[in-house]
């Protein structure tokens, strides 16, 4: 089975307006709320591609029950930890120009609710999956992403790290199954800039030394890089119009899960993953799985 664990979800308050002016009213012409957060948006992609997964994580309050209620209709389950405080809620503002995002810093989480969190976790077994992505709310420690990843590596569960932090790096030790730090992250963790697809492919093959079985690497329109200790395989974008890139990066990771899970085979996924990250790109939510096939054979990949 497949879990995703997102410590931080939110609401996603999707915005689309001419231009934005701060410091005065701005009238918007489209608006949406949708169930967000990293892990739960992998959950909903590997539904749409006809994956099951169960979503686990901390949730709360009039926003946690929104997400809920949409995870449920969408037939996705869940197993939160459930506290008091709302569920954050994020503003994606996408204008003609550009793309703005206004994370919140996250509910307050006690011990307890955060126990309750780590001992669900410790019932997953060799046969599983957990992808740990996303932020953490500012109330937990940062060590929570060590228990969690520690726990997982004695149980034999495989590890999928998608985090905007630098303790990827300390997590590598564990052995992940699969990271993916987008460009900024992967600067982030080596310490210097990584510009190009081979600056990524040099600094993936040092994240493999340090532990990673396999490293993505995403490049928004200008693709991903995929690595192993055997494979290099690079890939471009297919042709498309940016409608919003949220969530494309946790399509790639939804993407390239549901295939693996199904066929074993690295470069398959891969491609399905480059291609749900570009169908999510190209949609206003995330990508059915309808879209992603229609791109696959628009996804260049070179080996
Ligand atoms: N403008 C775009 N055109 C085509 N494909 C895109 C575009 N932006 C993103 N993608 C696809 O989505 C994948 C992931 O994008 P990106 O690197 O932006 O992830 P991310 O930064 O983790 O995103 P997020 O945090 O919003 O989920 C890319 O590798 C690519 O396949
Ligand atoms: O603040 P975090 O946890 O880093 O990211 C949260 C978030 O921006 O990531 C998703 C897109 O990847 C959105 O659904 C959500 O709002």
Redo the contacts with the bound molecule.
């Keep these: 089975m497949i879990y995703t664990c997102t410590l931080n979800p939110s609401v996603d308050y999707q915005i689309d307006t001419k231009q934005l002016e701060l410091g005065t009213l701005n009238r918007v012409e489209n608006t949406a709320f949708y169930p967000g957060g ?1 892990g739960i ?1 992998v959950s909903r992609v590997l539904n749409n591609l006809d994956v099951e997964s169960t979503a686990l994580g901390f949730i709360g309050g009039f926003t946690g029950t929104f997400i809920l209620e949409k995870l449920h209709d969408e037939g996705i389950k869940t197993d939160f930890a459930i506290h008091d405080e709302p569920t954050r809620i994020n503003m994606k503002i996408k204008t003609a120009r550009e793309e703005t995002e206004v994370n919140g810093n996250g509910a307050y989480i006690n011990k307890e609710i955060q126990a309750q969190l780590i001992q669900k976790i410790k019932s997953l077994n060799s046969n599983d999956y957990l992808v740990l992505s996303g932020s953490i709310p500012s109330s937990i420690s940062i060590d929570i992403y060590n228990t969690i990843s520690s726990i997982c590596s004695e149980n034999g569960v495989s590890l999928i790290i ?1 985090i905007p932090n630098r303790s990827l790096k300390d997590l590598l030790t564990y052995r992940p199954f699969l990271i ?1 730090p ?3 992250e992967i600067s982030q963790i080596l310490d210097r800039e990584v510009n190009t697809k081979q600056d990524a492919i040099k600094g993936a093959k040092e994240l493999v030394q340090l532990g990673a079985q396999n490293v993505i690497v ?4 200008e ?2 890089i995929f690595i192993n200790e055997s494979q290099i395989v690079t ?1 471009e ?2 042709p ?1 119009k ?1 409608k919003s ?8 990771v939804g993407g390239f899960l549901a295939s693996y899970f199904k066929e074993k085979d690295y470069r398959k996924a891969f491609l399905y993953g ?1 291609a749900s ?2 169908a ?3 949609s206003s939510d995330l990508c059915e799985r309808e879209e992603v096939e229609q791109l696959i054979s628009d996804v260049l990949l070179t080996i």
């Design positions: 990293k948006n998608d993916k987008n460009q900024r995403s490049m928004g329109g693709g991903a890939a974008v297919p498309g940016l890139s949220v969530g494309a990066g946790d399509s790639l480059v990250g570009s999510t790109a190209f």
